[in-house]
């Protein structure tokens, strides 16, 4: 009986071996499967990434392409997907329109110019500040600063033009860039202090020592350590400024100052108020190109300085 017992234990307390030959056979196989399930992955990632970046690249080629279409073309209805030939004629008409489309870029990059100067000056000092120095209700002044951002820039335009007139600024492009400023300032202060609260104190603190002052220490130390910061508060301040149509388009009233998204307003009507459609989307071409040009020469910047201050040193 127990030698019964005995012999029957390896049927029900074992397992069957498994030999190193067969183990190592199954190798190559899982390292295969392994390999084409990441290549999978990752076509599958780049075949995505393909997609989402014809879509979101569709309208602003299509608006090139569009403008290229000669005027009655453009204007067909049903739309046409290819013109009978190719033209510049939208480019001739938009230059030729009004003041002339130079003077109107003329003006919105002299705006745009002195509210990015402006934004960056005062956020600078005022990031600085914040970040550096501690005196009394520093952290009640900010969050006023940054509960601005949730008043609609909208229901302040009639007290800023009565301000601006009272001043003797209304209908001028530097009135209009004081209140782009006004407008970019709250978020680009939140930027610079995060900036600022990124670099360590002992830097600065061995400049001091070295015998820099408060200055000179923001200028040749500070500056180039929080230049994402900078730049990618200069960035916010061009696109809102370049971009924006309301505040030009009410507190502008001399046609000569009309910025770029205002003449465009004025321009797109053809006859019988139908739209111009050639000439809008020449326009649009247009005013999308810098926006371009500046955000792919300072992505890099624009990347680093978002997550700026995400980690303390």
Not at 147 to 168: D, E, G, K, Y
Not at 219 to 245: D, H, K, Q, Y
Request: aromatic share 12%; hydrophobic share 50%; proline share 6%.
């Amino acid at each position: 009986m127990s030698n019964t017992l005995h012999s029957a234990e390896p049927e029900y307390g074992s397992t069957s071996p498994v030999s190193p030959s067969a183990s190592q056979s199954e190798l190559p196989g899982r390292r295969r499967f392994a390999g084409i399930r990441g290549r999978s992955s990752v076509s599958l990632y780049y075949l995505v990434c393909g997609v989402l970046t014809l879509v979101f690249l569709f309208p602003i080629v299509w608006s090139a392409f569009v403008s290229l279409y000669p005027p009655a073309d453009a204007s067909a209805s049903p739309p046409k997907y290819f013109p009978s030939h190719l033209s510049f004629d939208n480019y001739r008409n938009l230059a030729q329109y009004g003041a002339g489309i130079w003077r109107y870029l003329g003006n919105s990059a002299s705006v745009t110019a002195m509210t990015v100067i402006m934004t960056l000056v005062l956020c600078t000092l005022g990031g600085y500040g914040f970040s550096r120095f501690r005196f009394k209700g520093r952290n009640i002044i900010f969050v006023v600063i940054l509960a601005t951002l949730m008043i609609p820039f909208q229901s302040i335009l009639n007290p800023l033009f009565v301000l601006l007139r009272w001043m003797h600024l209304q209908g001028t492009l530097f009135g209009l860039a004081l209140v782009y400023t006004t407008f970019q300032l709250p978020f680009a202060v939140f930027m610079m202090r995060n900036s600022f609260d990124a670099v360590p104190r002992e830097i600065e603190e061995a400049s001091l020592i070295d015998g820099c002052s408060l200055m000179q220490s923001l200028r040749i130390v500070m500056l180039p350590l929080v230049m994402p910061g900078l730049v990618t508060a200069g960035l916010f301040a061009f696109f809102g400024s370049w971009n924006e149509l309301l505040a030009a388009l009410i507190l502008v009233n001399d046609s000569s100052n009309y910025t770029l998204p205002v003449a465009l307003l004025n321009a797109q009507s053809g006859q019988l108020g139908s739209v111009d459609w050639g000439l809008m989307q020449a326009g649009i071409t247009i005013s999308i190109l810098p926006c371009a040009a500046l955000f792919l020469l300072l992505q890099r910047f624009y990347i680093h300085g978002l997550i700026a201050g995400a980690v303390k040193a």
